[in-house]
């Protein structure tokens, strides 16, 4: 029979490995950690409470905000801006970078992060989930922090994850070497270790894009999808949730490729993307390449860009090795 390990005893053994650490890593994570079990706890019972349904606002991005993303908004920002692990935060429900407060000590890390993601599809009770990333800051320590400590590219992060609110709720988060998951055992409140060092198969049978775009991708893209659902790549299934944390998830457990392509239909020169680099396809794709995966805009991979903006978006395909070259190769005109 293996070790029971909680989350909070990774860490610790995590940290151990680094000498130099001072804990600080460690503690934020600790504290994220509680805020996750809080934002499970009323996603699974929104249902009862009446929670679901729009809130009337909207987001920086334009979409809809659910009351479900507002509740988990509020609950990271309180439970990470006292800590004294945080210089700011910047998050996807919110315009401009989060401060911590004047009364509260500025530390020497930055999270971002989609607080929901998913939620369009969340009356259906589809799973979704919340984002993190953490880079260290750039200005100097005790200062406020500054829109220069958040626009980092993903090579910079120091840690990143996700949680995904399910049918088992789960944690899956790097530090830097490995990937691992961890299984909140709702009985005793606990994330606990159930997939040690997560690695992503070298191919997969499953693509997963939304298809409703087709119309709107580059010819090479289509070329691709076209491609993957003949007898000459096949048999490959398609999936595709509408909750990048779900898609990403079942690719990284499975194997296969997660596309979200730029479209060209509101602008034929420039196209559009949808995913935001910073709380989604940034840590997303960071995580896949830990696990020995590819995350890859088409012309490079994803951690090499660095966002202008705080809400940036860019191209992603991630997931197994051999079916992001597949793509890559089509994208190029090499097929
Ligand atoms: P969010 O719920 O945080 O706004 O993110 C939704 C994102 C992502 O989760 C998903 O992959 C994508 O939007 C789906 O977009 P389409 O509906 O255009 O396929
Ligand atoms: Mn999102
Ligand atoms: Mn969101």
Known sequence: MSAIVSVQRHLLETQRHHPTATGDLTALLWDLTLAFKLINAEVNKAGLVNLYGLDGDRNASGDDVTKLDRFAQDTIFRMMDHGGHLCCMASEEEREIIPIPAKYAKGKYVLSYDPLDGSSNIDANVSVGTIFAIHRRRTPEGTDGTEEDVLQSGRALVAAGYVIYGSSTMLVLSTGQRVD????????????????????????????????????????????????????????????????????????????????????????????????????AGPMGWIVERAGGVATTGDEPVADLVPTHLHDTCPVAIGSPDDVADYLAFYRGER
Request: proline share 7%; with cysteine; charged share 25%.
């Open 181 to 280: 998951g961890f299984t909140l055992d709702p009985s005793v409140g606990e994330f606990l270790l159930s997939h040690p060092d997560i690695r992503i198969p070298k191919r997969g049978k499953i693509y997963s894009v939304n298809e409703g775009n087709q119309s709107f991708w580059r010819e090479n893209t289509r070329r691709y999808v076209d491609w993957i659902k003949s007898p000459e790549a096949g048999p490959y299934k398609g999936r595709y949730i509408g909750s990048m944390i779900a898609d990403v998830h079942r690719t990284l457990l499975y194997g296969g490729i997660f596309l979200y392509p730029r479209t060209f239909r509101h602008d034929p020169v420039k196209g559009e993307c949808k995913l935001r680099l910073l709380y989604e």
